[in-house]
């Protein structure tokens, strides 16, 4: 295994990232919805006192499971609370989703479906060095915005609700974990999705519908989170977190384990 | 000995595509590979630079054994074959990836790839995404990148596919010289013959994955036609001078001033001509009819055949 390989793979794949309009577009856009204008309009929202928006938070924190929330907060920093910290949470998780399927997408698929792959296989890059440079510039660029988004999020929270908190409340225990465990561990099974699919899909866009599949657990969680159906503890999420990165191990080893050049070119012809 | 395959076969699932074929390429030498669409010339390359495992037999390239050492194969090999370029890059940054690929970094790389920007005259270009190129162009950049580490093998799997006479005789000068400077060693794959003629020492006639015949030019012909054709064209008319030559036993068809005439060896041609001049007759010129890769071809695989041939 050779890593100045597998770092031109990297850079072979992150150049044309950047210079595809349309991942770039959809890579930004949605982390500045989610974690910008969605949140940013519900505090605002929130924090002006409309007899509509009060009725209806009122109607949103009555079903709200109470046991969730610290204690000694007021109506106005329990419904914050509930809505930053809690109900956004999963919605947190579609981001290093998207980012990783969208690039795993590109490089996998896409270099099949723009067949370019054929020319890769002729070069001295092993099998193994070219799926890892193609891992890493899906895993890397998607935690990183993960974080950044996690980190413009915790300034934004803590700086527009500071006159209603008080302090800084924001980053909970519970989004530390999301942070360090579940980050990683969902952006890689969410490229391992897309690497399986596309040894069978025939291009970028059915590869990415496919395993946007995986979305439907983290809605589904949403869900739950927010009607308090089904609340994970904090040492469930340390749990689930390190269940998803074993799960990710024994993938990565299966990858690389089934690697076949010769079944990659003639899946191309 | 750059390549020397030694009864190599592939067979995929359903077609048998390369079935024992030996051959031998020497270093500094110009190989054609020539053969109808699916003859088993892809297959070849593949083959040869390890990226398929062969079915049975084996295959040196380079010192190095297909099977075991492709990667070591493939770090001295550039090919180019009809796969694409990436298409959102300049031509630029396509080399500069590719070189970034064959560990050539910094100063090295960025001058080499200036160096093949000038040759292949894109230097105007050079900057421009790789997409708005025409065909011709962007076969240049693909042989530009196949030549970005200089390698010491080069394969070429139908350079000239798709592209106007223009382009095609363009891009040809282009390999022409690349052979004349370098003193590379290339595998050319092919189904143009003129492609092949110009550039070839070496031809291999390949048909449902077997290799039919293989040599130079000179050697195939010499192969299948033993004897030799001259054309005699005389200032006077040639009749009589057929009457003269049936006199020494050798037959000669005349044809107005032209007299066309079998002989065993070039060299009997000398006292043919001595003896025509002797008896009166003025010649304006001998001509020995070769057979050139055009007649070799269609002897090994005669029109219509092999068009019928399925893969």
Same mark, same amino acid.
């Given at each position: ?36 204008? !969605?949140?940013?309009? &519900?505090? =605002? $929202? ?5 007899? %509509?928006?009060?009725?209806? @938070? +009122? ?79 899906? !895993?890397?660029?998607? &935690?990183? =915005? $993960? ?5 413009? %999020?915790?300034?934004?929270? @803590? +700086? ?83 269940? &998803? ?25 | ?311």
């Amino acid at each position: 295994m050779n890593w100045q390989n597998i770092k031109a793979v990297f850079y072979k794949d992150w150049r044309e990232l950047l210079k595809s309009r349309q991942a770039m577009v959809t890579l930004i856009m949605v982390p500045v919805i989610l974690m910008i204008i !969605l949140p940013a309009g &519900i505090i =605002i $929202s929130t924090m002006v006192k409309s007899d %509509y928006l009060t009725d209806k @938070n +009122a109607q949103f924190m009555q079903y709200f499971p109470q046991n969730l929330l610290p204690p000694g907060l007021d109506e106005l920093q329990k419904l914050l609370y509930a809505m930053l910290v809690i109900f956004n949470a999963p919605l947190f998780l579609l981001i290093p989703i998207m980012a990783a399927s969208i690039i795993a997408a590109n490089s996998f698929a896409g270099e099949k479906e723009r067949k370019t792959l054929e020319g890769l296989l002729y070069t001295p890059v092993t099998d193994k060095e070219l799926v890892l440079g193609k891992i890493l510039v899906a !895993l890397a660029p998607a &935690i990183l =915005i $993960s974080w950044l988004c996690f980190l413009v %999020y915790g300034i934004m929270v @803590n +700086a527009m609700t500071y006159e209603v908190f008080h302090r800084l409340f924001f980053p909970t225990d519970m989004w530390i974990v999301l942070v360090l465990l579940l980050v990683p561990g969902m952006s890689f099974l969410s490229l391992s999705i897309v690497v399986a699919v596309s040894q069978r899909a025939s291009g970028t866009w059915e590869a990415q519908q496919i395993s946007a599949l995986l979305v439907l657990p983290v809605i589904a969680f949403l869900i739950s989170q927010s009607t308090g159906i089904f609340y994970v503890s904090l040492l469930g999420m340390i749990i689930i977190g390190l269940v &998803i990165l074993l799960i990710d191990a024994a993938i990565f080893f299966w990858i690389v384990k089934s690697l076949d050049r010769e079944r990659m070119l003639t899946k191309l012809v | 000995m750059m390549i020397e395959t030694t009864n190599i076969s592939k067979q995929y699932p359903r077609v048998l595509a390369v079935d024992g074929v030996n051959l031998q390429v020497e270093k500094g030498m110009v190989f054609g590979l020539l053969g109808p669409n699916g003859a088993g010339k892809t297959t070849m390359v593949r083959l040869l630079t390890g990226i398929l495992r062969p079915s049975a037999g084996s295959a040196r390239v380079l010192g190095f054994d297909v099977g075991r050492e492709g990667d070591r194969i493939r770090r001295q090999c550039g090919v180019q074959t009809d796969t694409n370029l990436y298409e959102r890059l300049s031509a630029r940054d396509n080399l500069l990836v590719w070189g970034r690929l064959y560990d050539l970094r910094g100063a090295p790389l960025r001058n080499r790839v200036d160096e093949l920007i000038e040759q292949f005259d894109l230097t105007e270009r050079a900057d421009d995404m790789l997409g708005t190129f025409s065909k011709g162009m962007k076969q240049k950049v693909a042989l530009a990148r196949a030549l970005v580490h200089d390698p010491a093998l080069l394969f070429l799997d139908e350079p000239t596919a798709g592209l106007d006479p223009e382009s095609s005789t363009d891009l040809l000068e282009y390999l022409q010289k690349y052979v004349e400077r370098a003193d590379r060693t290339v595998f050319l794959c092919s189904h143009r013959l003129e492609e092949v003629e110009r550039l070839c020492q070496s031809v291999g006639i390949i048909h449902q994955g077997r290799l039919l015949a293989c040599g130079s030019i000179a050697q195939l012909s010499a192969q299948i036609w033993r004897e030799v054709v001259f054309t005699i064209t005389l200032q006077q008319p040639a009749l009589p001078y057929a009457g003269l030559l049936l006199q020494y036993g050798i037959k000669a068809e005349a044809h107005n001033s032209a007299l066309s005439l079998v002989v065993q060896k070039q060299e009997d041609i000398a006292g043919i001509i001595r003896k025509l001049v002797h008896s009166g007759a003025e010649i304006l010129e001998a001509v020995e009819q070769k057979h050139g890769l055009h007649d070799i071809y269609f002897h090994y695989l005669p029109r219509g055949n092999h068009e019928l041939a399925k893969y």
